[in-house]
DNA sequence: ACGAGTTATGTTAGCGCTAACAAATAGTGG
DNA sequence: CCACTATTTGTTAGCGCTAACATAACTCGT
């Protein structure tokens, strides 16, 4: 800054000045400092200036490392909308699933002086973690999280995945069916506990029992195999339609109820959640449920620079469904 | 630090040299400074650390901001790999797929002050961005960039697409295949170019006409579309087997040909490329070709950090053909 | 027990920047 | 044209840390 201030012919408190888009410039001083800046390929020091600042630019996402849509989709969002903002972003990922992960992740972030943090991972196990941290950081944590504490400092944005639950449920029941299983996703995770009380809530509401198949994850294994199981009971008329927690799993029921010999929607009608890029090109295409992502991510970041003092109530977003053809009636019996 | 320095009763530099487990600090000295630490709940200033050793101990990641299995997976590995060795990383993905995107990505992370980046988007215009660019900063770039300029101060490395789509070729001519259509991915990719010529050098090498359908994207509705096509030409007799140039696009065909009411794999086989998650469950199960990219993550990571001063060949590593259901015999004409 | 050789600790300076204040210059009304 | 205000520029200090050097405190061998 001083080499600049020296071509300039100024103090590098002038330079300083420019840099920071500072009023009192003459705008032909401000000129000659471009001009040498240019010249001189200068770069700011961004540590000297965090070090007097005491502010960093950089905001820390913490997420689960792997390859989940959801999660991965919501920090593509945070990343962009950070950027278009001129935050730098610092990623880190929970190296196993557990409430020590989670802290040294936090820690991870911390250490390194970012200005607030954006949780993407939904795992109870994670806010529990964040709740006892009780940092002085900025938060945000996207994940459904149905008992937010009253005074908590962490602000919460997410999908309302019981929303849309229900609608994939309604979906079905509006259809004609009344034995509808939900396949729900693995203990642990909001979003999983959340599709399934939503499916409950609308099995409740039409009268009809709610019989559960639990997933061991989230993955199309897992569908497999619990679609194996399922397609008995489809064939001896014990259901007529399966709501899965995630696209994936779909997949893996399909699959199951194809090996079956059974028909998609004729037999059994399926539905997903997240629609992934080619959920509309599975055998059959699949009714699922879409999530917005990009909001997602703007939202959260917008509560972490501007609502810094505004915990208040979550910022709840809404799905939609989206009917494909693995929906139908149910065979007339 | 120097309340920590206060209360274990010693020199701020002594905390110091305890903090950065320098020798020649008595056992009970460290100790009580640890204790101090411990007490206070000190942190140390990064930024401060970072402006007096003039390393940030953070490197940064260059992405492709999608949703691309390849790329999505190395970023997993190689954040994996920089938290392993203490490092702290910092994504930035690309706005648009052009060279000032590019350009300003990448000046986005040196602003930042990394120590090294590491780029994870396989695309013409950004390798040949980074040439021009000719930053003085450790760079490794994850592409199968097949003409690597030889001075090139740059670290390449990648999995050899090439060797993955002969093997997924030489597995569809194993099988007596002889008209083997390639569905390659959008130009400007270095694996979608790589897994071309790969195709084509196994054709050559069996003396068959290599009969390429490109797609525009990466995605299942391009695969779909060009199935829709494809699917007049085996009926015709003119294809008996298909290599997508990846699993997405593979999903499209099989649907455009369960469409066209062609079977996988006794009217038609399939080939992919990535393995996701979920390939083996797609109907049918898709033979498709599997990268290590943990090890991508790994070896990218230790090629900034070990050798810098080395760039020499890059690093290729080898996929491997995963056989299912989708691949057959040709049906006997 | 004394000095040479080690090892442990303290002191000083400065990394590059911005905040706060001081000085200089330009602008304005009477 | 001068006193006075508004604007522009310069000067100084210090953010929290580590490198380099200075000093103090221990070892020992003789």
């Known amino acids: 800054m001083a080499d600049v201030a020296g071509v300039a012919g100024v103090s590098h408190q002038t330079v300083s000045r420019v840099l920071n888009g500072l009023p009192n410039v003459r705008e032909g001083t401000r000129e000659r400092v471009l001009e040498a800046i240019d010249q001189l390929g200068y770069r700011r020091n961004r540590a000297a200036r965090a070090l007097v600042t005491a502010r960093t630019s950089t ?49 991870h972030l911390v250490d390194q002086g970012v200005d607030g943090v954006v949780v993407v991972a939904p795992l109870e196990l994670v806010t529990e973690a964040i709740d006892d941290a009780a940092l002085s950081l900025p938060m945000v944590v996207v994940a459904a999280r149905p008992d937010v504490p009253a005074a908590d400092p962490v602000q919460y944005v997410f999908v309302d995945q019981r929303s849309g639950a229900r609608q994939a449920t309604d979906h079905l029941l509006g259809l004609g069916h009344r034995r509808i299983v939900h396949v729900s996703g693995p203990v642990g995770w909001f979003d999983a506990a959340e599709r399934l009380r939503g499916w409950r809530e609308s099995m409740a509401a039409a009268g009809c029992d709610a019989v559960e198949a639990a997933a061991g994850d989230w993955f199309a294994a897992s569908g497999f195999e619990v679609g194996t199981r399922l397609a008995r009971q489809v064939s001896a008329g014990e259901a007529t339609a399966v709501f899965a927690a995630n696209d994936y799993l779909a997949i893996g029921l399909l699959r199951a109820f194809w090996e079956a010999g059974l028909s998609v929607p004729d037999d059994v009608s399926v539905v997903g959640f997240d629609d992934l890029q080619s959920s509309a090109f599975f055998i059959p295409a699949l009714t699922t449920v879409r999530q917005p992502f990009a909001e997602v991510g703007r939202t959260a970041l917008a509560a972490l620079l501007d609502g810094a003092d505004a915990p208040g109530a979550p910022h709840v977003l809404t799905p939609s469904l989206v009917v494909r053809g693995s929906t139908g009636a149910p065979r007339a019996s």
């Open 59 to 107: 905001i820390g996402i913490l997420t689960v490392g792997s390859e989940f849509f959801g999660p991965q989709s919501t920090v593509l969002a945070v990343e962009a909308a950070a950027r278009a903002r001129g935050y730098f972003v610092s990623v880190t990922s929970l190296e196993r699933y557990d409430a020590d992960s989670a802290l040294v992740a936090l820690n």
